[in-house]
């Protein structure tokens, strides 16, 4: 089926940016979107963005507020989330999941963790 990797959290200062990782293996060419997640401790998941392979871009307004971008890597079977001006309530574990065609299937990675600091 597919498998998702994601990396490049960490530990910054408010202010500050990083730029995670969703990288997918297996059989990717069933992926029809990307979509990334984050869930704080005690929270519910919150949707961030999404980009499909029909190039539509969809953010949470409300959470990225013109602070992040999503991207597509097609050469590496990859899709980033830059993240910009980060502040303390970004912290969370950070999940991207792909759609696939042909069924309802949604395939998660086992998520990375970002922690913004004041």
């Keep these: 089926q597919v498998q998702l990797v ?3 959290g960490g530990l910054v200062q ?3 940016s990083l730029r995670l ?4 293996s297996g059989r990717t060419f069933t992926i029809i979107a ?4 984050r869930q704080a401790p005690g929270k519910e998941r919150e949707f961030v963005a999404r980009l499909t392979w029909g190039d539509s871009i969809t953010y949470n307004e409300d959470l990225v507020k013109g602070r992040f971008t999503i991207s597509r890597d097609n050469a590496k079977d990859t899709v980033n989330l830059q993240m910009n001006s980060l502040k303390p309530e970004d ?6 999941a792909a759609q696939v065609q042909g069924g ?13 600091s004041s």
């Design 6 to 8: 994601e990396s490049g």
């Design 14 to 16: 408010a202010g500050g």
């Design 21 to 24: 990782s969703c990288a997918a």
């Design 34 to 37: 990307i979509d990334w997640f």
């Design 91 to 96: 912290t969370a574990v950070y999940y991207c």
């Design 104 to 116: 309802s299937n949604t395939y998660w990675g086992q998520g990375t963790q970002v922690t913004v």
